[in-house]
């Protein structure tokens, strides 16, 4: 998992081909700090996706670059191209659900294409 420090950080990561997860979270956040390790097991049912976090307190300009209006939010990147996004209140087994879907369509293309 990556830690970003920087716009130009997150920007390289998010634009990348392939699946990136972002958790965007803020340090007094006692939600984000208490979902961020529920999230993280989520995420390893699904190992083809990068994952990465940014604190908006550290990068401000996070907020208006994401147009992020409240904390945590969770977003998954589809080859540069927001594809889920989650905020505030997190339903982990909606959640769950969402990328399994839009996993296992994209590593299926994947495999088709090989």
């Known amino acids: ?26 340090s007094k956040c006692s939600v984000c700090h208490d979902l961020f390790p529920q999230v993280k097991e989520i995420l390893q049912l699904f190992p083809d996706i990068h994952v990465g976090k940014i604190q908006l307190d550290d990068v401000p300009e996070t907020a208006g670059f994401l147009s992020v209006f409240t904390v945590p939010v969770l977003l998954l990147y589809i080859n540069g191209k927001e594809t889920i996004r989650v905020a505030r209140f997190v339903h982990l087994n ?21």
């Open 1 to 26: 998992m990556e830690t970003f420090h920087s716009m130009e950080e997150l920007q390289l990561f998010m634009n990348e081909d392939g699946l990136r997860f972002i958790y965007v979270m803020h």
């Open 94 to 114: 909606e959640l769950q659900e969402k990328i399994a879907r839009v996993y296992h369509r994209f590593t299926n293309h994947i495999n088709e294409t090989e």
